[in-house]
């Protein structure tokens, strides 16, 4: 979904906010001061990115989407939430209010995601494991025109660390490929992205150049693959059949066809492992690319919805290494739809070539988002399904169901529960696993 950024009249009126109109001598200034900003920011919330990391939770650009839209829309998008209890309501309407001026007056947003996960087998001869987690993605909007368009920096970063010895090991060695969770193995650091973008006049279409994700083309999920405070396993969660770089340097852009039809095509280093390095898919011409056309809201009477279709390939080929042996492609489906206070999808993934660990891997479910009359709760259940590429190994099955609890108006808690069938690396036909999970927005 391409980005539209004016901010809407009745939101300015409604919020009773300065005009967004300045002097070209003040845009500068302010946009010279916000800039410095925006690079001390950027360094202390992304210090040292010299590990690699799979980049779990929702890609930058669906962050992004969702960033703007509670921006522009404080009013009717409902941030922050109402929550269960509000412990300190004058500094929530302070840190509101703050963030309202930060945007209408200097087109600057942000958010952090802090995350505490933890987790423990059914089987009382496996270690529970735990780690933290932050998100941090810094939005800076440095020109907004009705004839120019809208030019923006955008910079998104990741770190992983492990809160016990054990974390990752016992489950993910142990469990087989369904288990393949945001749990991480080791501490990571991930600059997931740090691209210019613009959008051309109208919003109908834009281009990012950058640090970016590949991965994101594929994505921008509602239910199955949004964060960490939905669904833990692997087809629910991920997309485990797609073998795909991490982060690094590319370009990317969307268009809208109309009639709710848009397409979207990216290109990045095909050996991006999370951190900087401009120079290395011109110098080894590796790159993977990217391109996927989706229909929005194809039953619009019901509510919102999206189907999708993508398709990928990745070129790792160097030092005379043909193409069969490193080179990977594949095709990613996914179909969500609104019914009411209910959200369901399905989806579908497959990969060949030099594969990753999973040939194929399909899941589907329903979210209720109105779970016994709590209008910020979400109830889910899923099924999902994979069909891993190692010989001697099973097709496993998971079933998940969790329900996240709306606490206070920033901070959200999870609790779910995964049954994983005939998983590959253990004796057993049935493994379970109980997740705990407490996310905050700020």
Known sequence: ????????????????????????MHTVSIGHALLAALMLANAAAFPAYGQSNSSPGATTEQSLEELIERNEEFDTFGWPAKGRFNPFPQVLNRYEKLNRDLWN?????????????????????????????HNVLLYWRMLQSETLGTASIVANGLQIRQLTNTT?????????????????????????????????????????FGQHELAGILGGCAYSCDDTSSFMSGPLSAY????????GMGFAGGVELGGGVSLEAGIADARGNGHLNPGRPFDSGEWGYAAAAKLSNPFAATGDGQIKAAYYFVDETFNGTSKRQ????????IVEQDIGAFGVFARYGASWGRKGAVDHAAAGGVVWKEPFGNDEDWLGAGLGWVAPTAQNSNNEYVAETFYRL??????????GVMAIGNPSNISSDLEGVLNFRVQAFF
Not at 108 to 114: D, E, I, V
Not at 179 to 197: H, M, N
Not at 240 to 247: E, H, K, R, Y
Not at 326 to 333: D, H, K
């Open 326 to 333: 490193a080179s990977t492609q594949g095709v990613n489906f």
């Open 105 to 133: 007056d200097f087109g600057f947003t942000y958010f952090f995601k802090p995350t505490v996960i933890a987790q423990a087998s059914t089987r009382p001869d496996r270690n529970w494991t735990a780690n933290y987690q």
């Open 1 to 24: 979904m391409t980005l539209r950024l004016q901010i809407p009249d009745r939101a300015a009126e409604n919020c009773q906010m300065v005009s967004m109109r300045r002097s070209p």
């Open 406 to 415: 709306q606490l206070t108006p920033l901070v959200a808690a999870t609790t």
């Open 240 to 247: 485990p059949a797609s073998t795909l770089p991490g982060q």
């Open 168 to 208: 990752g090991v016992d489950f993910t060695q142990s469990l087989g490929i369904n288990f393949t969770s945001s749990d991480s193995v080791a501490d990571s650091d991930s600059l997931k992205a740090l691209y210019l973008r613009y959008d051309l006049p109208g919003g109908a279409a834009n281009i990012r």
